[in-house]
């Protein structure tokens, strides 16, 4: 969904059981930012592949309502979402960010099995007006598409960091999980010496490598047509400001507390996987495994691989990237198990620091007030860049 914080096997399929489509007349849709790209007609489920194009300068929240669901018009029968790939599900804590005008992310969304006689469609996100809803889709079913299309190189193409949250004392924390590293988010905001967006940020370092982190590269903008910069305050700058440093220790101890307690073991996920097995029963389930959302479909002794992109080839679909994120969550544990946080720096406001591996860094930075909608916060570490969307609209 745009711009609104709500909190979106074997598949095994031959060409001969499966129809792709390309050509739609779509009566209505809520947001032209989305489209329809495919709707595959599969042996076991039904895939729409989708494309999301950023209308704003100053970041947009995405994911999906995991009510979404597709209804045949032609019976007024309902299928229910199965799976995400490339945006998560809403009801998981997590969501995307996207950052720059014209941003495009490529996902694709699993439902259960459609009839093949179906051609006019509504899907329908949520029934609040605020979601990717789309109404009287008609299919041309003359315009058969004969080429696979390899889900995994849809997706590959628009990659995505997902975000995760949780509550505490009314407030939302908010952070990354990438390769051993947790960047942990809090906007407050501080009246003591003028009027200031307060960043609480916290860096544990897991990575088995030394990250060297200058706030100075910290910057933020507010929603303006084109974005407008506002000033992110140096150490020096800050210390202009005041006379005595305010007291942040218990603040500090309880963010990196909570952030234990939100999650006991490091997590990585990814869209991105390749795996092969095989199948000699069918069956077909749906559900969650920790807070991995999957489905999974097989059939008869038959050879499948993850997203493969031989026309020839049954392949696995929603399994395999079960499989890999819970192969990824294993092993992770297993890392959790050898690496603790045995360090941690607590300096207030932030300055320019080394963080040693099996350490955490905890500080904050004022960012100048200017009354706004939206407010993004992006934090560069260790040669990568970490967004916070503030939305006030809601």
């Avoid at 996987?273 to 991995?292: E, H, M, Q, W």
Wanted: aromatic share 14%.
């Amino acid at each position: 969904m745009k711009n609104f914080k709500l909190l979106g096997v074997l598949l095994l399929i031959t060409t001969s059981l499966s129809a792709q489509y390309r050509t739609f007349k779509i009566k209505k849709v809520n947001y032209p930012e989305v489209q329809i790209v495919q709707i595959d007609f599969r042996e076991y489920s039904t895939l729409v592949h989708m494309r999301y194009v950023n209308n704003s300068a100053v970041g947009n929240i995405i994911y999906i309502d995991e009510n979404f669901y597709i209804k045949d018009n032609q019976t007024s029968q309902k299928y229910k979402l199965l799976n995400s790939f490339n945006l998560p599900l809403g009801n998981n804590n997590k969501y995307a960010i996207l950052e720059e005008m014209n941003q495009t992310i490529n996902f694709t969304l699993e439902f259960e099995k459609l009839p093949d006689s179906a051609e006019n469609l509504d899907l329908i996100e949520n029934n609040n007006g605020h979601g990717f809803n789309f109404y009287g889709v008609e299919i041309n079913k003359q315009f058969k598409e004969n080429d696979f299309m390899d889900v995994a190189s849809f997706i590959k193409s628009t990659p995505i960091n997902e975000m995760c949250y949780y509550y505490k004392d009314g407030g939302t924390i908010e952070y990354y999980l990438d390769n051993g590293i947790k960047i942990a988010f809090s906007l407050t905001f501080d009246n003591s010496y003028g009027k200031y967006y307060q960043a609480n940020i916290l860096i544990q370092n897991l990575s088995g490598k030394t990250i060297n982190f200058d706030p100075r590269n910290i910057t933020a903008k507010i929603d303006t047509k084109k974005g407008t910069d506002v000033n992110v305050l140096t150490y020096g700058e800050y210390m202009k400001k005041v006379t005595s440093r305010q007291n942040w220790n218990a603040f500090a101890v309880a963010f990196s507390q909570s952030m234990a307690a939100s999650n006991a073991g490091y997590s990585n996920s990814t869209t991105q996987s390749s795996v092969s097995g095989y199948s000699n029963s069918f069956g077909s389930a749906y559900g969650y495994n920790g807070n991995t959302y999957s489905s999974v479909y097989g059939s008869s002794y038959s050879y499948g691989s993850a997203y493969g992109t031989s026309t020839t080839q049954k392949y696995d679909g929603a399994a395999a990237y079960a499989a890999q994120q819970n192969a990824s969550n294993n092993i992770a544990n297993y890392q959790n198990q050898q690496y603790q946080i045995k360090k941690s720096i607590n300096d207030g406001y932030m300055k320019l620091n080394t963080i040693m591996n099996e350490s955490e860094y905890i500080g904050y930075v004022n960012i100048v007030y200017k009354k706004t909608d939206r407010l993004l916060i992006s934090i560069p570490i260790n040669g990568k860049t970490y967004l916070f969307l503030a939305n006030f609209s809601i």
